[in-house]
């Protein structure tokens, strides 16, 4: 069963299924978490053919996309590759013969048939065909090295741009995390691996053909002997190669754990926690028990294959040893030279290692064509927010009229929907705060305006139009938005706040004006180096901002553009009571002119919006002014108050 799975894109979806769905932590339970099964072990031999034909159709179906990527790599090197793999795959044929012959002149010589010229010249030719194995070797060193960095780079490249493209929901699902991780990091190496996998195999075929060949001339019975030998290590090799294989392909799911322990116990973000609870001890050891039951299982296999391999492996020298005794007995009955003993103990020797050759480079091209059917299913997953064929060009100035149409959103695999039903308008210029408890749908409901994710019913317009007609790139241009998960960039003051208009990075006026409205400038600028001091902790000599001073900067990159909408998800949560005051008084200048949208739990800031939107639970509240909504005494003024009565005891 070299295809543990067979072949196809269904078997390796099933494959890497494992690596997602985890059931036990492996920080309390069973250390004995059970291995993965390889897929449907089959017992009987038809189905052992069915898969081993399955997989190899599967395998040497992705052989041409890979030809096609080395080729479009570099097509020189592409063709001084298969040169040398011809002539490399000639080389022992040829050498094996060159000895035969000279083997035999030295017997004709001895027994006075011959002179020495013919044992010089043959001697030269011998000596002229080891520099050549010697330089094809170095040729496909060098070959293979650059060509394995000049494709891991285009690999590489072509998964980010094609990252870069991706809908927010691809990194949001794990199936589809785990496919763009796994692209980005295993697939770079596989084309090549594939390739010289295949190319290996080329050679090896080509001595093995010849090899037989040219025993066939010197003896049939030889070149069928030599045939049958090194059967029994192939068949042990196919049988425990491939489950080892299988389960390193599988991953065992105690691995996996081992990983997530010592994560949590040396990456930097985890250490405070896991020192202020005492973590450390417990995970240290939990990872040693792993370990060993890990290392047990290791060892049975190891164990048995080696095991079993050994045993195969003797037979086969036992049958070897036993023809060449039998060619050594024919030698002395004169049916055979000297000569043939020689070449049918370098063919034996050929033939083996071509046979072990042969199994090497199939396992190879199974196992790499695994990791590029991920690489290649990746790069044919169409991003589900694409730009209309032809969108409507966007409105000149845009207004900003918000309307929501009977939206409801559920994200992909939920079960509840995270926003049900909602339909309100907001007038251009207007500012409207969004108020709900957790989990109510705010977050959602800023990511369908920003169209991060797409309404599953119900349309979002913008000045009238659905913006599903227009370019999400034009309408993302439009907005100002600071989400609540917002990024804090290795990278200068300058750069985090320029990043918020690319076209303008290098505007240090545009950028200084931005952080003064978000409240930033005055840390920025008693930094060493104002605006261009090195942010995080990545530089020697990075400042470390604390959370209320990153929210500022974050603040600042929406403020980067003069975008009509205005959306922020919690601006304020990190700021200090004065901070936040501040930015609000800002934030009335600042919006003027222009639809804001901003999400927060503090009632202070959020009594200041002209309109108050309450979601509760997915579904539409209340919507209006704060009197009203106090007037009303609904959902609103009671949690109003509930926060207000703490402030005043
Ligand atoms: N990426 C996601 N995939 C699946 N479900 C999600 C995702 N993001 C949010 N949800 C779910 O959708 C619901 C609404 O989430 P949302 O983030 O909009 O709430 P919120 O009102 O912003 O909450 P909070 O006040 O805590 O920020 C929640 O029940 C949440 O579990």
Redesign the pocket.
Known sequence: MIGAGGGGPHTLRHLFDGTTTVADSGLTGPIDIPDEKPVGTPKDLRSRWDRLRASATGTVRGLPRVARLTWQTSRPMTIVTVLVTVVAGLMPTVTAYAAKLLMDAVVAALQGRGGTGTIVWLATVQFGLFTVTAVTGALTNVCQQLMQEKMVLTIRHRVMAHASRMHL?FF?GSRSYDLLRQADQEAPTRPLGMMSSALGLMKTSITFASMIALLFSVSPLLAVVALLAPIPAFVAESRYGARGFALTVLGSPIRRRMEYLASLVTTDTYAKEVKLFGLGNHLVDRFRQLGKVYYERQRKLVGTRNAVGASWGLLTTFTGSAIALYISLEVVGGTLTLGDLALYTAAAAGVQAAVAGLFIGFTGMYENNLYLDTLYTFLGTEPEITTPPQPRPMPDPVRGHIEFDHVSFR????S?P?LDDVSFEIQPGETVAVV??????????V?LLCRLYDPTAGTIRLDGADIREFDPAELRARISAMF?DYVTYQATAAENIGLGDLDRIEDRDRVEEAARRSGAAERIERLARGYDSPLGRWFDDGVSLSGGEWQKIALARAFMRDAPLLVL??PTAALDAQAEHELFTRLHELSRGRTTLY?S?RFSTVRQAGRILV?DN?KLAEFGAHSELMAAGGGYADLFTLQASAYLG
Do not use: F, M, V
């Open positions: 929901s949001e994200y992909p695999g939920a509840d995270a709900g408890r957790n989990g109510a749908g705010k977050s959602t409901l990511k609540q998800d919690e999400i739990h979601l997915g």
